[in-house]
């Protein structure tokens, strides 16, 4: 379940079955199994690079960027059988463990070779809440988006709802992976539980200053989260 070289946990990202849930937007029972597999029937989707964290199941920033391409091909229509396909014959094509969660794979050369294998293996992506079909190349876009990249190519952070909280990112050496402003790096849980506590955004800023306005984007996240799993 662990890779011969363990990732520092100070620099991986530790992610719990309920956060990745959150982030991804997918039921905390479907992630399990994603991450876990399922005694006797399925498999494990990921390579999981840390196993268990404090008693607890956990995987790394490295994972998270992975189990979001699963959830947003799962919320398109595939199969679990089919991702998981393409994610193995990815990986063996590309020569990489984790091509999900570089920049690798969004290159022209490396859509064309997703494409190929979703094909080869009779994928269609049709989404389920607009009775359409998708490109895709839709889909592979919309996981580009929203993610930032190292030199190397590396996924290295990741903004989860740029659309009510653009400042709001999701970073491995940032406060273990925990959601928080991009300037200020304060993490968006502490921020709201402060204002909750306080009863003032406003206050709250200035304790902590930062604009009042990023204070109340930490508020929405924070409760966009509560709703997503």
């Keep these: 379940m662990r890779k011969t070289s363990d990732p520092d946990l100070l620099e991986s990202g530790i992610y719990t079955i309920p956060e990745v849930a959150e982030l ?3 039921p905390q029972e ?3 199994v994603w991450v876990e597999g399922h005694t006797g029937k399925q498999v494990a989707v990921i390579d999981n690079q840390l196993g268990r964290v404090g008693g ?15 959830a947003t091909f799962a919320s398109a229509g595939v199969g679990l059988r089919e991702i998981r396909k393409i994610m193995d014959e990815v990986k063996q094509t590309l020569e990489h463990p984790h091509p999900f969660a ?11 070779i997703v ?10 992506i049709y989404d389920l809440r607009t009775k359409n079909f998708e490109m895709l190349a839709v889909v592979m876009k919309s996981l580009k988006d929203d993610v930032a990249y190292d030199p190397q190519g590396d996924a290295i952070s990741w903004r989860p709802r740029p659309k009510i909280a653009p400042n709001v990112i999701v970073h491995p050496h940032f406060s273990f992976g925990r959601p928080v402003l991009k300037d200020s790096r304060i993490p968006t849980a502490t921020l709201a539980q402060s204002a909750k506590v306080e009863g003032s955004a406003a ?3 200035d304790i902590f200053d930062v604009p009042e306005r990023q204070v109340r984007e930490a508020i929405r996240f924070e409760q966009e989260l509560r709703k997503a799993a």
């Design 24 to 26: 991804v937007q997918a």
């Design 30 to 32: 479907i992630v399990r």
């Design 56 to 70: 607890k199941v956990a995987v790394s920033f490295t994972n998270l960027m992975e189990l979001r391409f699963v």
């Design 102 to 112: 570089t920049h690798t794979i969004f290159k022209t050369d490396g859509k064309k």
């Design 115 to 124: 494409a190929e294998i979703a094909q080869r293996n009779g994928v269609s």
């Design 203 to 205: 206050f709250v800023a």
